[in-house]
């Protein structure tokens, strides 16, 4: 069965779910599920968990798990508050027969805030395109994942792109970019990256924080717009901060096609609300959106077209969506792994470690599960747990993102220095002995 959708239609459908509570069951494997269905940033957290909930929904309906074993998972609602998501973490970590066996903080400050916890619980964290970066730096992160490209990578390929439009990266020289970001942990990441890349090219950076939950942006705006007067602006926007931002920026005259978003601020939801000021505005990504994978068409026929999806059918293949079902086939592929080791059964987080280090999802193997064209691949050590790298870039044009160019290589020579570095003071303050050295291109031993 193939479903298609009207795209104006899915901002206003929002499926608000109760969870799937696991059963203390020998057959199961269960994974906890920090949502955040409610508040300014409910758009990213119900369409993600959409998306993973319905592929281990068509898991548990095709084929019965992953080797017989039962998915099972319980939703704790975080409203994207590190308090309510270390209190979520502690609450389901010991739930199911191994305990929990991996988790999607999905907030770069509940990420933060569960590194201790979760490396001294021998639990996985998945920070999938998001989080602290330096933990890509296995070594001294053992249990934390920021897979398929992380922050600084991202930023390395904005410039990339910004040097592309300018007709070289030797022209960035003397121009000025102005930085408008989240007031938060994740808003902050890319700070230093930026700093060092302006160095690097002689262009000027300038930084705008926006409170949360960033409706109020007019004065910045007209800082940006009147007085520093940028050649780009980068917009680390996450929420209704995006389209606030798009709304502000065409109302002091700031065109869209100046702007570059990162991939926060890059789904539909982000740009429907700002209408006309969002057309030609282009966000970065490391996926497309649109149903028509052969995944997709096979979570519409069997798990909504049984009545057991996990968001409104309207929202099947937006961006949000499509996130959650990569960070579905990547975490379920890191089980397979593991099980191919430790056997068809429970796994414990450490185990599953080891299936998340092994990973090597290749074109072939994308293709057989489907999703041909929605991800690029990845193959992850045990020193590198970040495993690809690569970034596109979207533009949307008033009815749908339409990809403007093709994979865009990240610049380690940048971003690996700054990660040792980085990776090497963290072990120093918390007294961490790093797996055989700090080299990322060497193995762990």
């Known amino acids: 069965m193939r479903i298609t959708r009207p795209l104006l239609s899915m901002v206003a459908a929002s499926l608000v779910l109760g969870p799937f509570t696991a059963t203390q069951a020998q057959d199961e494997q269960f994974i906890p599920a920090l949502v955040y269905r409610t508040g300014p940033y409910a758009a990213g957290g119900s369409g993600f968990w959409g998306g993973m909930e319905d592929y281990m929904e068509l898991l548990n309906i095709r084929d019965g798990g992953i080797g017989g074993v039962k998915l099972t998972w319980e939703e704790c609602e975080t409203a994207y508050n590190s308090d309510r998501g270390v ?29 201790e916890r979760a490396t001294t619980d021998k639990i996985p964290l998945i920070s999938m395109g998001y989080g602290r970066t330096d933990a890509t730096n296995g070594k001294v992160f053992p249990y934390v994942f920021p897979l398929v490209t992380n922050y600084w990578s991202q930023n390395t390929a904005k410039i990339k792109y910004i040097g592309m439009k300018e007709g070289g990266m030797g022209n960035l020289k003397g121009k000025k970019i102005a930085n408008l970001y989240h007031e938060s942990s994740y808003g902050k990441e890319t700070i230093p990256v930026l700093n060092k890349q302006s160095e690097m090219y002689g262009f000027e950076i300038r930084h705008f924080p926006i409170p949360h939950p ?67 505005y282009v966000a970065a990504g490391f996926h497309p959106s649109g149903p028509d994978f052969p995944v997709i068409q096979e979570i519409l026929d069997k798990v909504h077209g049984a009545g057991k999806g996990h968001i409104s059918p309207q929202r099947v293949g937006t961006i949000y969506y499509n996130r959650g079902l990569i960070a579905g086939l990547l975490t379920m592929e890191a089980i397979r792994n593991a099980q191919g080791k430790f056997g068809a059964k429970p796994l414990t987080g450490e185990e599953i470690r080891w299936g ?19 991800m690029s691949p990845l193959k ?46 963290y072990a120093k303050e918390k007294g961490i002995t790093p797996r055989s050295g700090m080299s990322m291109d060497s193995d762990c031993g």
């Open 380 to 425: 992850v050590s045990c020193a590198d747990h970040e495993g690809g790298g690569a970034v596109k870039f979207l533009e949307w044009t008033g009815t749908r993102w339409k990809e403007v160019t093709d994979w865009i290589e990240t610049d380690k020579s940048i971003v690996d220095p700054m990660i040792q570095a980085s990776s090497a003071q």
């Open 87 to 115: 209190e979520c973490y502690e609450r389901l970590k010991g739930k199911g027969p191994t305990g929990a066996s991996i988790v999607h903080p999905l907030s770069t400050g509940i990420t933060y805030r569960l590194i």
């Open 214 to 280: 960033g409706l109020d942006q007019k004065a910045t705006w007209l800082e940006i717009a009147r007085r520093y007067k940028p050649d780009w602006v980068i917009l680390r926007g996450w929420g209704v901060m995006n389209p606030t931002a798009l709304k502000e920026a065409s109302r002091v005259g700031f065109p869209a096609t100046q702007i570059v978003g990162v991939w926060w601020s890059g789904a539909e939801e982000d740009v429907i609300p700002a209408g006309k000021a969002a057309v030609g």
């Open 356 to 374: 998340i280090e092994s990973l090597d999802v290749t074109e072939e193997r994308i293709k057989e599960l489907g999703a041909e064209g929605l």
